[in-house]
């Protein structure tokens, strides 16, 4: 899985043979600010899984090492009481600069998981706020992870992961303020538009397995309305768009390099541009220009 983000050459020709085996796995988002518990949580998901025979991935997403440039393995070292598990596989994934939570190359090894024949696949993001969302495209469900005493804890997500948690988790409930933070994420729910679906708060405390069942039972529990309401066909089609735009942008990005490179262009742009004898909408228009030209010269 290494060679997909490195993105080595052959690695893509693997994924394009994987994909019509991929579907099946239930993909279950774990998201929520750092601190909130959320590796702790997503071991005690896997153990809980394996007692009831079904096989486990794990992506684990960790901030990107300063140096390197790869995964800090933080995550990865807290779920170490499952590496000899011949039925439990774990990735770990830097964020290489990417926003939104995940790496690059997520999907990519969602897929490779789902293809391997694992039964639940657990993401788990990167410490996110407001905006950084993306594990609802590319999630079947999402888990929304938060403790009581932050004090700004509720604010913190009001803004962006509130809209797309399938459910709320307030780990850690044996600290005070448990019951107000489940409160006032009720109260914030109502503030939201109607919809069909109103994501339940369960109460964890992952370090003495308190709650894992109950948050397993809500995972099912919405998998089965996807079906019933018909929304899994449409959610699917909505995280395959996703996809596609995503393959998009980095085949445009590594063209847009490759042009801004080609004799120095990019260089010369921006030396006329901090001169101000060049705009930069004129500047984009040029590369632009000279990206279509390239792409039909072949």
């Not at 684990?60 to 590496?83: K, N, Q, W």
């Not at 405390?205 to 069942?213: E, F, H, L, P």
């Not at 995503?246 to 490179?261: A, C, F, S």
């Not at 541009?273 to 010269?297: G, H, I, S």
Request: glycine content about 10%.
């Amino acid at each position: 899985m290494r060679l997909l983000d490195d993105r080595v050459p052959g690695a893509e020709m693997a994924l394009r043979e994987l994909y019509p085996d991929t579907g099946h796995a239930i993909t279950i988002g774990i998201t929520g600010n750092p601190g909130s518990g959320k590796s702790t949580l997503t071991n005690r998901m896997i153990a809980h899984y394996r007692a009831q025979g079904l096989t486990v991935g794990v992506v684990a997403v960790d901030p990107s090492s300063p140096y390197s440039g790869g995964a800090i393995l933080g995550d990865r070292i807290r779920m170490m009481d499952h590496a000899t598990d011949p039925g439990v596989f774990i990735h770990s994934l830097a964020t290489r600069g990417q926003l939104g939570g995940l790496s690059r190359s997520t999907d990519d090894v969602v897929h490779i998981m789902d293809a391997m024949g694992f039964d639940r696949v657990l993401i788990e993001t990167v410490g996110v706020g407001q905006d950084e969302v993306d594990i609802v495209k590319t999630a079947q469900t999402s888990c929304v992870v938060l403790v009581p005493g932050l004090g700004d804890d509720i604010q913190a997500i009001k803004a962006g992961i509130l809209e797309i948690a399938d459910i709320f988790v307030v780990n850690k409930s044996d600290r005070e303020g448990a019951l107000r933070t489940a409160a006032d994420l009720k109260a914030l729910q109502h503030l939201l538009a109607e919809q069909q679906w109103n994501a339940p708060i369960i109460k964890t405390v992952a370090t003495t397995n308190t709650g894992i069942s109950e948050l397993a039972d809500a995972i099912d529990m919405h998998g089965e309305f996807l079906q019933t309401s018909g929304q899994l066909t449409s959610n699917l089609e909505g995280r395959e768009a996703h996809l596609l735009r995503n393959l998009l942008n980095d085949r445009i990005g590594q063209r847009l390099d490759h042009v801004l490179k080609k004799d120095g262009l990019g260089d010369e742009l921006v030396a006329r541009m901090a001169a101000r004898t060049l705009d930069p909408y004129t500047a984009a228009d040029t590369v632009l220009k000279e990206l279509l030209v390239t792409d039909t010269d072949g």
